[in-house]
Structures are given as structure tokens and as C-alpha cells.
């Protein structure tokens, strides 16, 4: 997801559907609050497997929802509040009734 004024449709739609999971907004909570998390910290706030943190983990950065830095070994996590921000600006204005929206990309 690249890091624009506006979103396209498509693009809201990957954001919010990134979201609209349980677990993953529980994700985002905990890592908002912490700052930052390596992923060996965000496996230990929850109750399933490396590989189904790793799954949701990729869902979310694939959406732009997170950040993620290399230090050495580690891959550390944050949100990408500038993005959310964004998306919680967007709903209202997509939704209203005189809403002009972004064109949606064509599938090739």
C-alpha cells in the first residue's frame, strides 16, 4: 500500500477487511500500546500458534495497517497511525451523500 493523500477503493476495502478480524484488531490494541513490539512479544499476548501470528501479522502489513523495521535478527512492529488516521477520515466523507469517490482500479 503506498502512502498517498487518498485511498482508492480497493485499497480502503484491504484496510478495513485487515481489521475486521478479532484477533487482528486485537493485535493492532497491543501493539499500539506498546509502542513497538518485536514479534516474539506479540506471540506472547496471545494463545495460537507462530505460524497463525505470522498469518494475521502479514494480512495486516500487506494492508499498510503496520510498520515493520529489521534490527539485526528482530523485526519489530508498529502501526501505521499516519494510514488509520487517513482510513478514519475517508468513512465519513466515502459515506455521505454527495460523496465523490476515488476511482477504483480496473483488474487486469
Known amino acids: 500500500m503506498r502512502d498517498r493523500e487518498t485511498l482508492d477503493d480497493r485499497e480502503l476495502v484491504q484496510v478495513l477487511k485487515s481489521l475486521a478480524d478479532p484477533s487482528r484488531l486485537k493485535m493492532i490494541q497491543e501493539i499500539a500500546s506498546a509502542g513497538e513490539l518485536s514479534c516474539g512479544q506479540i506471540a506472547e499476548h496471545f494463545d495460537v500458534s507462530q505460524p497463525t501470528i505470522s498469518h494475521h501479522l502479514k ?3 500487506e494492508a499498510g ?3 515493520s523495521r529489521q ?6 512492529i508498529s502501526v501505521n497511525h499516519a494510514l488509520l488516521g487517513k482510513v478514519a477520515g475517508l468513512i465519513p466523507v ?3 451523500p454527495d460523496a465523490r469517490r476515488a476511482p477504483s482500479r480496473s483488474r487486469k
Open 94 to 96: 466515502r459515506l455521505a
Open 59 to 61: 494480512i495486516l502489513q
Open 65 to 67: 495497517v503496520l510498520i
Open 71 to 76: 534490527e539485526g535478527k528482530h523485526h519489530f
